[in-house]
């Protein structure tokens, strides 16, 4: 059974920084993408970022020049470096990992910028 688990959220105050962490376990194939949703409330999900076992990175538009991706050794682990945090980053933050058969979700982790 693969399992997928977020954590790192938090209460921050604008321009603070956060860092999130992903990780996939249970399966012994390394994930192809792995990538960070989030959704505010009233809204639908939407892309943050995302990165393949090969090093390719993408990023939503919104948070391109203020968000990091990244992968460690472990290719089914995934962190986002969170900085220059604005209101409207306020959402909870899900992990997708994508085995290119299927792909999995995790529960979320609450993130909330305010003053």
């Known amino acids: 059974q693969v399992q997928v688990e977020e954590s790192g959220g938090g209460l921050v105050q604008p321009g603070g920084s956060l860092r999130l962490s992903c990780v996939s376990s249970g399966s012994a194939r390394t994930a192809y993408t792995m990538g960070w949703y989030r959704q505010a409330p009233g809204a639908q999900r939407e892309f943050v970022a995302s990165a393949t076992s090969g090093g390719v990175i993408n990023y939503g538009d919104s948070v391109k020049d203020r968000f990091t991706i990244s992968r460690d050794g472990t290719e089914n682990t995934i962190y986002l470096q969170m900085n220059d945090l604005k209101a409207e980053d306020t959402a909870v933050y899900y992990c997708?990992?994508?085995?290119?058969?299927?792909?999995?979700w995790g529960q979320g982790t609450q993130v909330t910028v305010s003053s």
């Open positions: 997708n990992a994508d085995y290119a058969i299927n792909d999995f």
